[in-house]
Structures are given as structure tokens and as C-alpha cells.
């Protein structure tokens, strides 16, 4: 029998369970199912569907369960952050849980500081400041007078919140519960002030727990439907971007990662958290990684950019688009990524060509000249970022590692390259699915620690460089994207 581990990485646009196990050749990833997962938009407001999630492992669990000479050693769940759902007393789920991209969360972060000023927060927490993070949604919640939070006799992440469904225990783990702005950066605990601010205590949350640890075992009904034993789930990193990080396949320490995906999140790993008046003018995050380290990061807007343009498309692919956009003039217009009319515009193409015509830029017209555009956009932006990183960090930094889906596309990897001057090293594109299954391999025993898991990771898995070029064309680029940024 093989032994396996099944890894469940759920992100905002789509979900997929993966069998990982151990050979001789190294690490080696079976996808089982792979799945959408979509925005529900009700009276105003946009809703995950829980459930459908549920279901969907389900059906993964019942697959994996049919293959043969596959042993499961345990189950791990990581999904995006932010976003949970609320338990009443007799342990149900109340209502589907909120999206981070609702609006119920506009200015909320400005009403929670008139009561608790935000340099207080940062110093708490070190959590860079976004709209959507739990603690200004809980606040959100608590101001409208929420039924759901109202009746809340637990608050359960996602991921914990799946685990939950799959083992009726409940959990708050600690790298998605940093990400909510709820932890301690210090102590690594929920910060009781914070949670008093919203109107909770600790006994709203599962037990606490670091990655590795269990949750529980399948419960008897979920063993009933999948044809499963009484396989315990793991508490990996929940948190998909602490999982990714988990598997850079770096081999010194002198490096940035770039977890690409709907979200491009651009940091350092560090041993302890950087809060100072600096990292929070530029609104940096310290978010727990694994085995102690910090995530110490700044979230991008990703792909979301071209996700949304491709909803308005129809079937388009992705090497089409690649294609399309290479085929175009160069830095014709730029966008600053970030700009808040696109976290959530109803129309993307729109909103990026009011962008341009606003900023005075010529407007893109073709699918090529949008898609252009994001990818120097985007590339432009990791160089600023990169810049911040360097003066806020004084290790060196001589290798950017691209991993996630967005590591596949060579075009954007090599004017990443060519944005940022240093070698981009791109892969492995299923990094969070691996990080899932490192954790739960050193749960079990089966593997040592999370740097030896990254040789393992570096030797198994093909990887790509991309070295920088045409330097001074990048340089006049970035002077051109500075000067549009508004
Ligand atoms: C990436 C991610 C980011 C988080 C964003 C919203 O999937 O988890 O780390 O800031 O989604 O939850």
C-alpha cells in the first residue's frame, strides 16, 4: 500500500484535493478533483457557499477511498483568509459565510480606530490594514447588528471550519487566525483586547492550535459516506499563502517570494515580527508561517485582474492570452494594481480602461492591450514592492521565487525578471497543495523539518530561471509607472 496524504487547497476562484506521498524519485502529487468556486451574490451582498465546498471534498475523499493500494495516513485543509463562519449553540452553521470581497466592510477599519487607534493595532498585531480582515468584518458585523454574529457561539476559519464539518471538533488555527488580525504578534495567542473590541472573548474559538497538530478523525458519518476509516485530520498551515510559503524551494536564505495567484503576496520569511513606524507607514503584514517564522509580506492584486476580465470573455485560454498580449506595443499604459476600483468593479475591462483614460494613458482597446497592460502593471508593481522590502529588511536579496499557478505563465515570470533585476525562479506551481502535505508528513513523522522538505521540494520538482534583461528599458518603464501611480 502507498501512503498518501490528502491535501485539500481551497482558493477564491477554485478548490482541488490532491494525493501526495513519498518515493524514491521524491515528492510525488496526484490531483483528485478540482473544482469552481464562485462569489454568490444575494440582495447586495456576496456569500461563499460553504456546503458546495464541503460537498466537493466529499467527493474527493470518495475518490481517493476507491483507488487502489492508496493508503490515507491523514487529511489537511487550507484555504484564502479572512473569512469565517459563525456556529450556533447546538452547533450549526449560521448562514453561509460573508466573502472578504463584500461591501460591508468599506471605511470599517477607520470606525474600529476612532475607538482603538490604528498605530495601537499594528503594534498588537503587525497586520498591514485591509479592509476585509476578520476583525474589521467582525466589527462591520457587530455594528449592523448581524443575526448570525449575534447568535455566534463560535467563530470557525475556514479551514477550521471544513475540519470542522469533516470531524465535529473545533480548532482556530494559528497562521489563518494571524492573518484575521486577531493574534498577538508577541505571544502568538488571540489578543483579548481585540477580540473584546468586537464584543467576543476567547471561548468564542475553537482550541488553539499550530500547524501539525490534530483536529480530530473522520466523523462516523463522513467515514460512511467516503467508504473511510477513522483517518485524523491535520491542522496544517490553514492559511493557503502559509502553506505556499512552506514550500519555497529556497536554498539560502536570501530570497523573496512571490505566491502567485488571485493574489500576489510578496514578502520574506524572518524569524521574528518587523513592526516599526516604517513597515507601518507602507502598511506591511507579519502573518505566522510554519516552525516559528513570519511572513512578513504585502498583499498585490493578482490575477484577480485577469480572473474577472476572463469571466466577461467567455472560454479563452490561458496560452491564447499570453500569446495575444506578447503580440502588443510595449508600456503603452500602466496601472497601479492596487487601486481600490479594482478590488471589486462589476466590470474589470471597464475599470481598468477608466483607469487609463483617467490617468491620461492611451485607453487599451484589444484583449491583448488589457492583458498587457496587467502583466507590465503587475511587474512594475513587484519591483516597487521589492524596493520596499529592501529598505525595510537588511538581509540580502538575490532570488525571487515565483510559486502558485501564476508561476506557469513564462511571460509574466520573465518580465518579472526583467522588472526586478534579480533571477526569478519559478515553481512549483501546486506550492500550496505542498506545503499541505510537508505539514502533515512531519505530523506523521515521515519527514524532519521544513528545510529539509524544501531540498526535497528543490529536487523532485522541475524548476525554471528567468534571468533579468533589457535593464534600461525596465528602468525607464518603472520611471513611467511611478509617475501614473495616483
Ligand atoms: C491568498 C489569500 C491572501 C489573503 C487573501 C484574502 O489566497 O489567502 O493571503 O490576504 O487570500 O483572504
Known amino acids: 500500500m502507498k501512503q498518501c496524504f490528502f491535501a485539500v487547497d481551497l482558493g477564491a476562484t477554485s478548490g482541488r484535493t490532491i494525493l501526495g506521498s513519498f518515493t524514491s524519485n521524491g515528492l510525488e502529487m496526484k490531483e483528485v478533483n478540482r473544482f469552481p468556486?464562485?462569489?454568490?451574490?444575494?440582495?447586495?451582498?456576496?456569500?461563499?457557499?460553504?456546503?458546495?465546498?464541503?460537498?466537493?471534498?466529499?467527493?474527493?475523499?470518495?475518490?481517493?477511498?476507491?483507488?487502489?493500494?492508496?493508503?490515507?495516513?491523514?487529511?489537511?485543509i487550507d484555504t484564502w483568509g479572512v473569512?469565517?463562519?459563525?456556529?450556533?449553540?447546538?452547533?450549526?452553521?449560521?448562514?453561509?459565510?460573508?466573502?472578504y470581497r463584500d461591501p460591508h466592510t468599506e471605511g470599517a477599519p477607520e470606525a474600529f480606530?476612532?475607538?482603538?487607534?490604528?498605530?495601537?493595532?499594528?503594534?498588537?498585531?503587525?497586520?498591514?490594514?485591509?479592509?476585509?480582515?476578520?476583525?474589521?468584518?467582525?466589527d462591520a458585523m457587530r455594528r449592523a447588528g448581524d443575526s448570525a454574529l449575534a447568535a455566534a457561539e463560535k467563530i470557525l476559519f475556514t479551514p477550521d471550519a471544513l475540519s470542522?464539518?469533516?470531524?465535529?471538533?473545533?480548532?482556530?488555527?494559528?497562521?489563518?487566525?494571524?492573518?484575521?488580525?486577531?493574534?498577538?504578534?508577541?505571544?502568538?495567542?488571540?489578543?483579548?483586547?481585540?477580540?473584546?473590541?468586537?464584543?467576543?472573548?476567547?471561548?468564542?474559538?475553537?482550541?488553539f492550535v499550530y500547524p501539525g497538530e490534530k483536529v480530530?478523525?473522520?466523523?462516523?458519518?463522513?467515514?460512511?459516506?467516503?467508504?473511510?476509516?477513522?483517518?485524523?485530520?491535520?491542522?496544517?498551515?490553514?492559511?493557503?499563502?502559509?502553506?505556499?510559503?512552506?514550500?519555497?524551494?529556497?536554498?539560502?536564505?536570501?530570497?523573496?517570494?512571490?505566491?502567485?495567484?488571485?493574489?500576489?503576496?510578496m514578502g520574506i520569511e524572518a524569524d521574528a515580527p518587523i513592526i516599526t513606524p516604517e513597515t507601518e507607514a507602507l502598511n506591511y503584514t507579519n502573518e505566522g508561517g510554519v516552525e516559528g517564522t513570519i511572513r512578513f509580506l504585502k498583499n498585490i492584486c493578482g490575477m484577480w485582474l485577469l480572473e474577472r476580465c476572463r469571466l466577461q470573455w467567455g472560454e479563452t485560454s490561458y496560452p491564447e492570452l499570453i500569446a495575444e498580449a506578447n503580440a502588443c506595443e510595449a508600456f503603452r499604459s500602466l496601472i497601479y494594481p492596487d487601486d481600490a476600483s479594482f478590488a471589486n468593479p462589476s466590470d474589470m475591462e471597464q475599470a481598468i480602461k477608466d483607469y487609463c483614460k483617467s490617468t491620461g494613458q492611451p485607453v487599451p482597446e484589444t484583449r491583448g492591450?488589457?492583458?498587457?497592460?496587467?502583466?507590465?502593471?503587475?511587474?512594475?508593481?513587484?519591483?516597487?514592492?521589492?524596493?520596499?522590502l529592501r529598505a525595510l529588511f537588511s538581509r540580502p536579496i538575490d532570488t525571487l521565487h515565483v510559486i502558485g499557478g501564476g508561476s506557469r505563465n513564462d511571460l509574466l515570470n520573465q518580465w518579472t525578471a526583467n522588472a526586478v533585476g534579480i533571477p526569478v525562479v519559478a515553481g512549483p506551481s501546486e506550492a500550496?497543495?505542498?506545503?499541505?502535505?510537508?505539514?502533515?508528513?512531519?505530523?506523521?513523522?515521515?519527514?524532519?523539518?521544513?528545510?529539509?522538505?524544501?531540498?526535497?521540494?528543490?529536487?523532485?520538482?522541475?524548476?525554471?530561471?528567468?534571468?533579468?534583461?533589457?535593464?534600461?528599458?525596465?528602468?525607464?518603464?518603472?520611471?513611467?509607472?511611478?509617475?501614473?501611480?495616483?
Open 37 to 76: 468556486n464562485h462569489l454568490i451574490e444575494v440582495n447586495g451582498h456576496f456569500y461563499w457557499d460553504i456546503y458546495e465546498l464541503y460537498r466537493n471534498i466529499i467527493e474527493g475523499l470518495k475518490l481517493a477511498s476507491r483507488k487502489e493500494n492508496v493508503e490515507i495516513v491523514s487529511i489537511g
Open 164 to 207: 470542522y464539518l469533516l470531524t465535529g471538533e473545533m480548532v482556530t488555527e494559528y497562521t489563518i487566525a494571524t492573518t484575521a488580525q486577531l493574534v498577538n504578534a508577541s505571544t502568538r495567542k488571540l489578543e483579548s483586547e481585540l477580540l473584546q473590541a468586537v464584543g467576543l472573548t476567547e471561548s468564542h474559538f475553537g482550541r
Open 369 to 388: 492591450q488589457i492583458v498587457r497592460c496587467i502583466f507590465e502593471s503587475l511587474s512594475l508593481r513587484y519591483r516597487q514592492v521589492l524596493d520596499d
Open 432 to 486: 500550496t497543495a505542498i506545503g499541505n502535505i510537508m505539514l502533515q508528513a512531519i505530523s506523521a513523522g515521515k519527514a524532519q523539518d521544513v528545510p529539509s522538505m524544501r531540498k526535497l521540494v528543490a529536487a523532485s520538482i522541475p524548476l525554471k530561471t528567468f534571468q533579468p534583461q533589457d535593464d534600461a528599458v525596465w528602468s525607464e518603464a518603472y520611471a513611467q509607472f511611478k509617475r501614473i501611480v495616483r
Open 113 to 138: 480606530f476612532s475607538r482603538i487607534p490604528r498605530k495601537h493595532v499594528y503594534e498588537l498585531t503587525g497586520i498591514q490594514v485591509m479592509n476585509f480582515n476578520s476583525l474589521f468584518q467582525l
Open 216 to 265: 480530530g478523525e473522520l466523523s462516523a458519518e463522513v467515514q460512511r459516506m467516503t467508504g473511510l476509516g477513522a483517518i485524523p485530520v491535520i491542522a496544517v498551515a490553514g492559511h493557503d499563502t502559509a502553506s505556499a510559503v512552506a514550500a519555497v524551494p529556497a536554498q539560502s536564505s536570501h530570497f523573496a517570494y512571490l505566491s502567485s495567484g488571485t493574489w500576489s503576496l
Open 83 to 99: 473569512d469565517f463562519v459563525c456556529v450556533g449553540k447546538d452547533g450549526h452553521l449560521l448562514r453561509q459565510p460573508y466573502s
